[in-house]
């Protein structure tokens, strides 16, 4: 069942961020394009380099007006440790948070319940808390910030700009389509 179009789940969790712990909720979520970048585990191999790679496109989400939250079943004490221990993992600015109970995860419909671990799921969402995107993978396949970058930014363009669609590699500044009797057998 698609999760498409549904409302995030309740939560409230605690999080580290910048040097702190700090209280997370969807109340906080509400009000802005947000992503949601489920992984697996702390201290593994393929999960700081999606991370990572999404740290180095956080300004660039940023100034799309758009909040990250990396969320795992571990807690937010890992978190710290992990951020603590590897170079790759310091850059990140964005809130991690824990999921020990597995609540969001669930809620995300990524929880993986034999081994209380998540998928490798990110979700785009709009300000009102609706998913927008949602990409799922399996665990040995690491996913690219870059085209999340692009996901994002056809999103806000359709959300912003009604009747019209983005196609395939569309990026800002592309042609879109206003679907239509006119189009049907042309493209």
């Known amino acids: 069942m698609s999760n498409i179009n549904t409302q995030i789940p309740d939560f409230t969790t605690e999080a580290f961020h910048n040097g702190a ?3 997370i909720s969807k109340k906080d979520v509400l009000g802005k394009w947000s992503v949601f970048v489920f992984y697996p585990a702390d201290f593994t191999f393929v999960c700081p380099t999606e991370l990572g790679d999404v740290a180095d496109h956080y300004e660039e989400l940023q100034k799309m007006g758009v909040e990250v939250y990396s969320v795992s079943t571990d807690t937010h ?3 710290k440790a992990w951020h603590e221990a590897s170079d790759t993992i310091k850059k990140i600015k964005f809130p991690m948070l824990g999921d020990a109970s597995g609540k969001i995860t669930r809620g995300f ?5 034999d081994e209380g671990q998540a998928l490798r799921g990110t979700f785009v969402v709009n300000p009102e808390g609706v998913i927008k995107t949602a990409e799922i993978h399996d ?4 996913r690219s910030a870059e085209e999340l970058v692009r996901k994002v930014q056809a999103a806000q363009y359709v959300a912003n700009n009604d009747g019209e669609v983005c196609p395939a590699k569309w990026k800002p500044g592309n042609t879109t389509l206003k679907p239509g009797l006119d189009l049907v057998g042309k493209i």
């Open 21 to 23: 712990f700090k209280k």
């Open 139 to 142: 665990l040995g396949i690491g």
């Open 109 to 113: 419909g990524v929880m993986i319940e």
């Open 77 to 79: 004490f890992v978190h």
